[in-house]
């Protein structure tokens, strides 16, 4: 299994810009969720889904959204990327919704924002 | 609100001794608790978790604890290496589904 994956590592994205992080998994898990962690701040939660066709806001969802078409894919998108919006972003799934199941995290996106 | 808090500051220890992190929570009655590790530039990854009926957890090296009375759990490293120095993040979990929010963590640093 890969497990969570990310892409891309890095961005760079100029004031104004739309992108998308995207994220996958391969362990047919149903929770997937997406954090943003900044220096001090710990990680935040920006959007969760509990399985396809279900999304759910977080602590900082502003600026951002996602889907959740597939069971596999996760994918968050900035509609206009601002400065605030640099961070480095973590996607993470685990097997159930149950509250006892570990979360598996990826690699991480840093996305820088000028 | 919700409040976790963890210890801001790092945490030096020397090699051999043991690492005892802290994690409080406020507006919670989290059934279960997990704690996680973070190594610079990656992401956490899942180290225990501990039930509200658990008063203590032990994995290796690690032990964890769980007073629901205190709003607090305890994150032990016994014998500590080198190898240990990372940021330990603690995330207190409630029953039925909810969304999975997490401590600032604390930054162990472990000197030979």
């Known amino acids: 299994n890969a497990g969570v994956t990310q892409t891309p590592k890095f961005q760079v994205l100029k004031t104004g810009q739309s992108m998308t992080l995207q994220c996958a998994q391969d362990?047919?898990?149903?929770?997937m969720s997406w954090y943003r962690q900044d220096p001090g701040m710990g990680l935040r939660l920006i959007h969760y889904?509990?399985?396809?066709?279900?999304?759910d806001q977080g602590e900082v969802p502003n600026g951002y959204n996602v889907s959740r078409s597939t069971t596999e894919d996760f994918p968050l998108r900035l509609l206009s990327a601002a400065p605030s919006q640099t961070s480095v972003y973590f996607c993470?799934?685990?097997?159930?919704?149950?509250?006892?199941?570990?979360?598996?995290f990826g690699p991480g996106t840093r996305l820088t924002v000028t | 609100s919700q409040k976790i808090e963890q210890n801001s500051e790092a945490l030096n220890i020397q090699e051999g001794k043991t690492a005892t992190l802290t994690c409080n929570y406020t507006?919670?009655?989290?059934?279960?608790l997990q704690w996680y590790r973070q190594d610079p530039g990656r992401g956490p990854v899942f180290l225990l978790l501990?039930?509200?009926?658990?008063k203590e957890k032990r994995k290796e090296r690690l032990k964890v604890t769980f007073d629901t009375t205190l709003k607090q759990s305890l994150f032990h490293i016994t014998a500590s290496q080198p190898a240990d120095s990372a940021t330990y993040l603690c995330?207190?979990?409630?029953?039925?589904?909810?969304?999975?929010?997490f401590g600032t963590g604390t930054r162990l640093l472990v000197s030979p």
């Open positions: 993470a799934s685990s097997y159930s919704r149950q509250p006892y199941y570990e979360q598996y």
């Open positions: 362990m047919n898990h149903e929770y």
């Open positions: 889904s509990v399985g396809a066709g279900i999304t």
């Open positions: 507006n919670y009655s989290p059934a279960y």
């Open positions: 501990i039930r509200e009926n658990e």
């Open positions: 995330a207190p979990r409630s029953t039925g589904f909810q969304k999975l929010v």
